[in-house]
């Protein structure tokens, strides 16, 4: 039998499910431009001046984010290294840092706690610190916060289960990439995430710098309370270290710790 009020209901239906699949349209719109993906960026300034951060990125120091000392009269520098895996430089680094007696923070991925276990153990002993750069080293300027926290959770569990010791609650995203979101999460966890302040391309085997050309760089940027960014496996950053921490001290600097770069603000 014929309903005529079955038609209206089809219509009613329809436009109720367009109508849903709208809104959530436009909340999946805002969600993505709510989070926006950034790279950490300092231009490198003459005359040793301290860098400052591009205002597009200030709220990073607002989200428990570092990048240099909050005191522009230390004469202090922050020896930072991103190692993700060892290549016969990263334990002439480690060389280094102890014949200077130089502290040193370690980003450290997955990859290097599987395959060089020693090395990880080494740089702990020695006492620096060895902190997070995240299982996989991927872009995590898109990631939700769980997949952000399976990243460091996971490397956490598996640097204590190696050492024995709680890795301490130093971040660094991966690239350099990130979002607003990534630093509300990492904070609201007890995280806080370590920029720069300084670095140079040293990343690439195989386009390696000329050693003289790599020191000249690093030594004409130095400044107060800079947060130095090398990569350990450069074979460059192996052969000048040594160099570069006698003329930094006879500079007049000193070397600090990221506990005192974070206390310091």
Known sequence: MFDPQKPNR???AFLVGALLLLAFSFAVSAEKKQSCSNSWYCVHVKDHIRPKADASLSFVEDLNGFYLDGRPDEKV????FDAGYENGNVAKVLDALHEEGAPAAFFILQNLIDKNPALVKRMVAEGHLVCNHTVHHRDMSEASDGELMEELHGLEKSFQELTGIEMPKYYRPP???FSKENLICASEN???TIFWSFAY??????????AQRAKQIILENLHNGEVMLLHPTSKTNAEILPEILLEIKARGYRFGTLDELTSAR
């Open 10 to 12: 089809i219509i009613c």
């Open 190 to 192: 007890g995280y806080k």
């Open 77 to 80: 520098i922050y020896l930072t």
């Open 201 to 210: 391309p040293d990343w690439n085997n195989a386009k390696q710098m000329d």
């Open 175 to 177: 690239e350099g990439r």
